[in-house]
């Protein structure tokens, strides 16, 4: 029993540090890590049309298109540290340039990006994310799940149908608290908020 207690103290820093990786590419899409479903997602995007997908596979991957010469600037940083996992995406050209970010379903999100489309879609878990300009659009699962929500645009269109709210103008804001155990902040400085 002591060896294999031993063996096991051994090992668990080689199993910890397993999880950790950094990569960092540019100019080449896919880019992936693994990554285990629960943890802690932090985002930093650059302006471009984004999808933001779980999936049901134990990776971070981010993918981009059209590549060519226009992308070969296009750097992506991946780097995760037991359960937090961190996501930075700067270079993209400016016209219809896409990208499409897949995580594990269960992700606690944090996100932040400058201007553009963001979709998120298929995660279930707490989620704050914050687009200055542009349209962002979160498929929220059932509004019984969260514990806490709170979503605001600065001028622009608000449309909660989850939540029965919708809001135009300057300065719409909603807050609410409910059953269950997730949190959401959402924020849109100009433009337009869609939870479904």
């Known amino acids: 029993m002591r060896t294999v207690l031993m063996a096991g103290l051994v090992l668990w820093p080689a199993l910890v540090s397993a999880q950790d990786a950094k990569i960092e ?10 990554f285990s479903a629960g943890g802690q997602l932090h ?5 471009s049309g984004i999808e933001l997908k779980g999936t049901d596979e134990d990776v971070l991957r981010v993918s981009f298109w059209p590549q ?3 992308t ?7 780097e995760t540290r037991g359960g ?3 996501i930075k995406v700067v270079g993209c050209p400016h016209n219809n340039f896409q990208m499409k970010i897949e995580v594990p379903k269960a992700s606690n999100l944090y996100v932040r990006m400058f201007a553009g489309e963001l979709e998120i879609r298929g995660i279930s878990g707490d989620k704050d994310v914050q687009l200055h ?7 929220i699962g059932e509004a019984s799940d969260y514990a806490h929500v709170d979503a605001s645009v600065n001028s622009g269109e608000l449309d909660a149908r989850a939540f029965d709210v919708e809001k135009g103008g300057l300065f ?8 269950g155990k997730y949190r959401l902040h959402a924020h849109v400085g ?5 939870l479904r």
Request: glycine content about 12%.
């Open 25 to 34: 590419e540019i100019g080449k899409s896919p880019v992936e890590v693994k």
């Open 84 to 86: 937090r996992g961190d």
């Open 68 to 70: 060519g010469e226009r």
């Open 72 to 78: 070969s600037d296009v750097r992506v940083r991946l």
């Open 190 to 194: 100009a433009g337009e908020l869609d």
């Open 43 to 47: 985002m930093d995007l650059c302006s």
């Open 133 to 139: 300009a542009g349209q962002l659009t979160m498929e």
């Open 172 to 179: 719409r804001s909603f807050e609410r608290s409910g059953p």
